[in-house]
């Protein structure tokens, strides 16, 4: 016999996303269940590289990781070229954290606020009544079946998409994901034999050889421990993250001077624009499954809060008004396209421009200057190409481009295309009528980007 429980919001997963909002809404006065099938020394326990910027805490609100859930302040990037010879330094900071610690404390602050939380709880299936969404069907720790009914149920259960996947084709949220769009990630969280030098600094290594459409990491959690590893492009052929880390990376002396591993593990992270639709009916779907991901470095965390943190507003105005159509939860897509989206969206651009390119072809581009650290800190926050585009009109950075006349013409067509698909994004629909047409200039924005890209996947 099932046990039927009544929740105004079901939060399928308590990752990032789903712990984010349980604890934006743990004092909302809304009756709120929080599943997962993880038990609590599991917690968010995704694999990851464990970095995020400091600003993502800042614009949500979240509380800043701090004693045991901080491993390691960051004070900036150091971005290095295929041959290692040139280095380029972003300063921003953020932090290395302990996924586990620093998500329980937000699950234990949404506890202690009345958000009643299901561990070692799987959802199954979803319960659809009259073609509508009304809840999701759960096993619980003991075998037990639990039926949660809800006026909203969010998916916030990662790339998986366990509710999302359930629900009809014909419902724009299902949208699957292609394989060239996402980037499958490995990442060993090791001690090391050696003092690691300035271990604010986290180091992004481009090289195509290694981390084929992707790129590999070396991030310091203090001086003798760091999370390390690499995502390469999906759909392509390539050999998996954990081979070549081992057949390539453990020959470094950097990487291969092991004294234990702590722990390792891959997944795969979507690195493209954000899903179509982030709402439907009775219907919310946050994180890696909305694919709130920066396109270009896969970090995905403080996407996630922040579409949690609409998602909250979203369901608060939707309890206000009754009305929990898409209509009454359009204002999560608002919100999250004409903003992060629209950047999201342009970086999406850049990214497929970048998995095109040649070691030789960056090493060139870093050592001319094309894109130094201002313009990489930039670009990243605009979502608009700002390597030294402008520059390129002057003559002296035109006489080195002389060598690589397409890549002018190559950088110039990014630049516009990043701009143009931020555009549709800050236009994104006020009426969900109108979705059908908007995704089909989206669609038909990125086929004539590709064509003229020669992209062919
Ligand atoms: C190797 C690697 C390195 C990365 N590095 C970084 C980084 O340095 N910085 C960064 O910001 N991002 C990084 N990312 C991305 C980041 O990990 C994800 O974007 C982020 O974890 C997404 O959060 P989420 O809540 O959407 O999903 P998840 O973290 O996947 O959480 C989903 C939760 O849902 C639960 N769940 C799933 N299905 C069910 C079900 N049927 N029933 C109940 N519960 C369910 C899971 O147990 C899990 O707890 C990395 C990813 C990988 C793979």
Not at 11 to 22: E, K
Not at 38 to 66: M, N, Q, Y
Not at 295 to 306: D, Q, R, S, V
Not at 433 to 445: A, F, G, I, T
Request: proline residues 5%; neutral net charge; contains cysteine.
């Amino acid at each position: 016999m099932a046990r039927e429980l009544k929740y105004d919001v079901v939060i399928v997963g308590q990752g990032p996303a789903g712990s984010s909002l349980s604890y934006f809404l743990r004092k909302s006065g809304l009756k709120v269940a929080g599943i997962d099938w993880v038990d609590w020394d599991r917690i968010w326990g995704k694999p990851c590289g464990d970095a995020i910027g400091a600003h993502h805490f800042h614009e949500t609100g979240l509380p800043e990781p701090s004693g045991d859930s901080l491993m390691q302040k960051v004070e900036g990037i150091d971005l290095y070229s295929p041959s290692e010879e040139i280095r380029v330094r972003v300063r921003g900071e953020g932090y290395m954290i302990d996924r586990n610690k620093y998500g329980r404390s937000l699950v234990k602050a949404a506890m202690d606020s009345g958000v009643d939380i299901y561990l070692r709880t799987r959802m199954g299936a979803v319960v659809m009544e009259n073609g509508k969404l009304a809840g999701v069907k759960a096993t619980g720790p003991n075998g037990e079946t639990i039926i949660f009914r809800a006026n909203i149920v969010v998916d916030a259960t990662g790339s998986g998409g366990s509710v999302r996947r359930k629900l009809p084709e014909s419902w724009p949220v299902y949208e699957p994901l292609k394989k060239t769009d996402a980037s499958i990630a490995y990442r060993r969280i090791v001690e090391l034999d050696y003092d690691i030098e300035d271990p604010e600094y986290i180091r992004i290594y481009l090289n195509e050889e290694i981390a084929p459409g992707g790129y590999w990491w070396l991030f310091p959690k203090g001086r003798h421990i760091a999370n390390i590893g690499l995502g390469v492009q999906g759909g392509r052929g390539y050999p998996h993250p954990a081979v070549i880390y081992r057949e390539k990376l453990m020959k470094r002396p950097d990487v291969g001077s092991e004294v234990r591993v702590l722990s390792d593990a891959g997944a795969l992270v979507p690195t493209r624009r954000p899903a179509n639709t982030l709402a439907w009916d009775n219907f919310l779907g946050i994180g890696d499954n909305g694919y709130t991901v920066n396109p270009i470095h896969g970090g995905g965390m403080g996407y996630a809060m922040t579409a949690a943190k609409y998602a909250a507003e979203a369901i608060l105005e939707a309890h206000e008004t009754g009305d929990f159509t898409r209509r009454g939860l359009w204002g999560i897509n608002i919100k999250y396209m004409r903003g992060l989206g629209a950047k999201q969206a342009g970086l999406d651009i850049f990214r497929i421009f970048l998995q095109e390119l040649t070691n030789d072809e960056i090493e060139w581009g870093m050592k001319i200057g094309l894109m130094g650290a201002q313009e990489a800190y930039e670009t990243s926050v605009t979502g608009e190409l700002k390597a030294n585009l402008s520059a390129l009109d002057k003559a002296q950075i035109l006489v080195k481009m002389l060598g690589r006349p397409s890549m002018l013409l190559r950088l110039r067509l990014v630049a516009d295309y990043m701009k143009r698909v931020k555009r549709l994004y800050e236009e994104y629909p006020e009426d969900p009528e109108q979705l059908p047409k908007w995704v089909d200039s989206v669609e038909q924005l990125y086929k004539e980007y590709k064509a003229k890209l020669g992209v062919t996947w």
